[in-house]
C-alpha cells in the first residue's frame, strides 16, 4: 500500500515552508491507523483496461476497440468465428498517447487508426512524459493478426472509401487522400474555411464534406472524377452534419441560423429554429424537409454518434430533437413527409447507431432507469422499441457487426467498464477481469433538495461495516462538463470513471461519498440541464452545492465538522465556490483544475469574446465565479493542475494561488509537467488521487 511518507516524497509540491513538510511527515504516523482498515488499494481498482472506440465490422463477423490498461493503449480485435479476443498492437509504455478512430478494411484485413491526441491552438501534439524529440499524431494501419503497424501519414478523421481504394482525411487544414494501391499521400483538394465531416457516397465517386468559415458554413461536394467542388445552397447559416441516402442520390444535412453572442457556460433554451435540408442531384434542388418549433427544442442537440442524422434503409431520417423538452430520437419520414417521436417518455437518449441492415437503430437510454443506462431496440418504420440488454448494470456504445451479433460496452456498481457480447439479453464479457469488486459497495441512489427546493440526484457510497452510532467524515463529488450525469455504476467515460473509482475508494478509507448530479447536468431533461442562472449567468448551482452540504450535514452517521467536497474542471470550480463561500460548511477541499474566473475560460473557447465590451455579462460571470469571494475562505484546499491543459488555462490556478496566499489560506499543491485537462498518463491519475485520499485523511480525519 502507498504511504502517506511516499505520497510526500514523490508526488507533493507543498506551498508553504520546509518546517510544514516535516510536520506533514510526522503526521503521517500519527495517522497511520486510519488508513488500517482501507480493504484495496487505489492501483487495484484503476488497474483494470477501460475499453472505449469499440468499432464493428460492416462486412465482417469481427469487432475491434482499444484498451487502455494502465495507461498502455492498444487494439484488440474479436472474430466470432475465432471465439477469442487477440491483441493486435504491441505498445509497452504509459506515454500518454491516445490511440482513436479504427477502422476495418476488409479487402485487405487490416484496421486503420490514429495514434496521438489533438493539438492545441499553438499546434502542439500533448506530450506528458517531456519526450525531448516530441510527440506525434500519426495515421497507422496494422494487420487483423497483428505485427508492425504501416504508416499513413500525419492528420486525422480517416474516412475510408466504400470501395475501398482509397482513405481521406484531414491534414494541416485540408483534405488529403490515401492511395492504398500506391502507399502514397497527397493533398486531395485546397479550399477556404477548415474542412470537416467528411462522408463517401455510396458508389466512392463523390465526397461530401463541410466548410466552416467562422460566421458561418457550407456542405460541399467534391466529384473524383472531375476534380470539381460546388456547395449545396449555400446560405448565412451554419450547415452541418451531412449523410447520404442509400442509394447515393440525395444528402440530408441540419442547417442551424446564425445567431452572435452566443457564449458557452450560460443558459440557452431556446434558439432560432434548426431545420433538416436534402439535396436531390437529379433535380439539383435543396429543400427544407422538417424545421423545429419556436420555443422549447428549437436549439439543436447533439447526441453520442457517428452522424447525427441517420438515414435508415426504409428512407427514414432520424434525428434527435428534445421538443417535448427530452433528449429523444424523431423520425422523418421521406415518404409522406411525416415526423414523429419515436422514443416518448421521461428519458434521454444518448448513445445512438444503424445496425448492420441499415433498418433499425440501437441506442442507449436512460428509459424505466433515469440514473443508469442500457441499450434499445428502434425500428423507425414500424415504431417497434425493444430492450436489448436488460435492466442491471449500465450498458453504452452498441454496434452490430455483420452476421447481427450486438455488442456493447457495459459496467456494473462494482464491476468496471468491459466489453460485451450481447446473446438473448444476456451480456458475455469478451475478456475475463481479475477485479477486487467484493471490496466495493453498490452505491445508493439518493434524491435530496436543493437549497432552492429542486430535486437533485446522487449516489450515496458507503463503508462496508459501518458502525452503528459512529459519525463518519464526508466528501462530496461533483463532476466536470457540465454536460455530465454521473450513473450507478462505473462511468462510460474515462474520466469519470476514474472518479468513480476514487470515490468507492474513499469509501473503503471510511468516507460517506455523494457524487451530486447538479443543475445544468443531462439525464433529466432540457430543463433541468438549461437550468436558469446557471454557470457564467449566476452559478445557480450552487445552491445544489449547499442542498447537498447540508444534506449530509443532517444525516445521523456524518460528522457533520469533518464534510469535505472534490471534483475536476466544472467540478473543481464548484469545490472552489463551496470553499469560497461556505468555509464554516466544508472544512476542506481538492479542486483540480478548477474555473475561477468565468471570463478567463470563455475566453479560452471564444477567442473572440471581450469582456471589456460585454460589461454587464462580464460583471455577472466574475460574480459568478470563485474569485471575488476568497476574502471569505478559510478552509484547506488542495490545487492539482497540468500546465498544458486546453480546457481550462493553467492560470486559473495561478491566479487562485495567489490570491489564496494573500489571505493566508492554507493550501498544496500537485503540478504535472506537460500534461492536459483529461490526464494522458495513468501514473498521474495515481498521483492525483492519492495525493487526494491523503489529503482528505489529513484534513477530515
Not at 43 to 69: C, D, G, Q, R, Y
Not at 554 to 574: C, E, F
Request: hydrophobic content about 40%; some cysteine.
Amino acid at each position: 500500500m502507498i504511504t502517506l511518507g511516499n505520497l510526500l516524497a514523490d508526488s507533493f509540491l507543498i506551498s508553504n515552508d520546509t518546517i510544514m513538510r516535516l510536520s506533514l511527515f510526522l503526521l503521517s504516523f500519527l495517522f497511520s491507523g486510519s488508513l488500517s482498515f482501507a480493504q484495496v488499494s487505489l492501483e487495484s481498482i484503476m488497474s483494470t483496461p477501460f475499453p472505449t472506440t469499440l468499432t464493428s465490422s460492416e462486412k465482417t463477423n469481427k469487432v475491434a476497440w482499444v484498451f487502455n490498461e494502465k495507461g498502455v493503449r492498444n487494439i484488440w480485435i474479436y472474430n466470432a468465428q475465432q471465439g477469442s479476443p487477440q491483441q493486435i498492437t504491441s505498445y509497452l509504455e504509459d506515454d500518454g498517447q491516445d490511440i482513436s478512430q479504427l477502422i476495418f478494411r476488409t479487402v485487405s484485413s487490416e484496421i486503420i487508426y490514429l495514434r496521438g491526441g489533438a493539438p492545441n491552438r499553438k499546434g502542439e501534439i500533448p506530450n506528458p512524459t517531456s519526450q525531448p524529440d516530441g510527440a506525434r499524431r500519426v495515421l497507422l494501419r496494422i494487420s487483423e493478426e497483428g505485427g508492425m503497424p504501416d504508416t499513413i501519414g500525419p492528420g486525422s478523421s480517416p474516412q475510408l472509401a466504400p470501395d475501398e481504394q482509397h482513405l481521406v482525411y484531414l491534414n494541416k487544414g485540408q483534405v488529403w487522400i490515401y492511395n492504398f494501391s500506391t502507399g502514397k499521400s497527397s493533398q486531395l483538394f485546397k479550399i477556404r474555411g477548415n474542412p470537416g465531416n467528411i462522408r463517401w457516397s455510396p458508389d466512392s465517386k463523390k465526397i461530401a464534406f463541410v466548410s466552416n468559415r467562422g460566421t458561418h458554413s457550407f456542405i460541399g461536394i467534391y466529384e473524383m472524377e472531375s476534380h470539381q467542388i460546388h456547395y449545396l445552397a449555400p446560405s448565412v447559416d451554419r450547415d452541418n452534419n451531412p449523410v447520404w441516402s442509400p442509394d447515393g442520390n440525395a444528402l440530408a444535412f441540419t442547417r442551424i441560423p446564425a445567431e452572435k453572442g452566443i457564449l458557452p457556460f450560460m443558459p440557452r433554451r431556446r434558439a432560432l429554429p434548426w431545420s433538416v435540408m436534402v439535396h436531390n442531384f437529379a433535380e439539383g434542388k435543396t429543400t427544407e424537409r422538417w424545421k423545429a418549433t419556436k420555443g422549447q427544442g428549437s436549439a439543436f442537440r447533439f447526441i453520442s454518434a457517428k452522424d447525427q442524422l441517420m438515414w435508415t434503409a426504409e428512407n427514414f431520417l432520424v434525428f434527435p430533437y428534445e421538443g417535448d423538452g427530452w433528449t429523444h430520437l424523431w423520425g422523418l419520414s421521406l415518404v409522406d413527409g411525416k415526423a414523429k417521436n419515436l422514443t416518448p417518455g421521461n428519458f434521454e437518449v444518448q448513445f445512438a447507431a444503424l445496425d448492420a441492415t441499415k433498418e433499425n437503430i440501437f441506442f442507449s437510454a436512460n428509459k424505466a432507469d433515469i440514473d443508469r443506462q442500457h441499450i434499445w431496440k428502434l425500428n423507425p418504420a414500424t415504431g417497434i422499441l425493444s430492450n436489448s440488454t436488460g435492466m442491471e448494470g449500465i450498458q453504452w456504445s452498441p454496434v452490430e457487426s455483420a452476421d447481427n451479433q450486438l455488442y456493447c460496452l457495459g459496467s456494473g456498481g462494482t464491476s468496471p467498464a468491459a466489453v460485451y457480447k450481447v446473446t438473448q439479453g444476456k451480456l458475455v464479457p469478451l475478456v475475463a477481469s481479475n477485479f477486487p469488486e467484493e471490496a466495493l459497495s453498490e452505491p445508493e441512489q439518493i434524491i435530496f433538495s436543493s437549497a432552492d427546493g429542486m430535486e437533485i440526484h446522487g449516489q450515496l457510497f458507503k463503508p462496508k461495516n459501518m458502525e452503528s452510532g459512529k459519525k463518519y467524515p464526508a466528501v462530496l463529488f461533483f463532476h466536470g462538463g457540465s454536460r455530465r450525469q454521473m450513473l450507478l455504476g462505473f462511468h462510460h467515460r474515462g474520466y469519470y470513471h476514474n472518479a468513480y473509482a476514487l470515490n468507492q475508494y474513499l469509501a473503503t478509507r471510511g468516507y460517506i461519498v455523494l457524487s451530486v448530479n447538479y443543475r445544468s447536468g443531462i439525464g433529466y431533461g432540457m430543463k433541468f440541464r438549461e437550468a436558469l442562472n446557471y454557470g457564467a449567468r449566476g452559478a445557480s448551482e450552487f445552491l445544489d452545492v449547499m442542498g447537498a452540504g447540508l444534506y449530509m450535514r443532517s444525516r445521523p452517521d456524518v460528522d457533520p465538522k469533518k464534510i469535505g467536497l472534490w471534483g475536476g474542471s466544472y467540478g473543481g470550480y464548484l469545490t472552489a465556490l463551496g470553499l469560497a463561500k461556505a468555509s464554516d460548511l466544508f472544512a476542506a477541499g481538492v479542486d483540480i483544475h478548477g474555473v475561477h474566473d468565468w471570463n478567463v475560460v470563455i475566453k479560452n473557447f471564444v477567442p473572440g469574446y471581450q469582456p471589456e465590451k460585454a460589461a454587464e455579462a462580464a460583471r455577472l460571470a466574475f460574480e459568478s465565479s470563485p474569485m471575488p469571494y476568497v476574502k471569505d475562505w478559510r478552509s484547506p484546499v488542495l490545487l492539482i493542475h497540468g500546465d498544458d491543459d486546453r480546457n481550462v488555462p493553467f492560470s486559473e490556478t495561478v491566479d487562485i494561488m495567489e490570491a489564496l496566499r494573500k489571505q493566508e489560506v492554507y493550501f498544496e499543491q500537485l503540478i504535472f509537467p506537460d500534461e492536459v485537462h483529461g490526464f494522458l498518463l495513468h501514473n498521474n491519475w495515481l498521483a492525483a488521487f492519492n495525493a487526494t485520499a491523503d489529503f482528505f485523511d489529513r484534513m477530515l480525519k
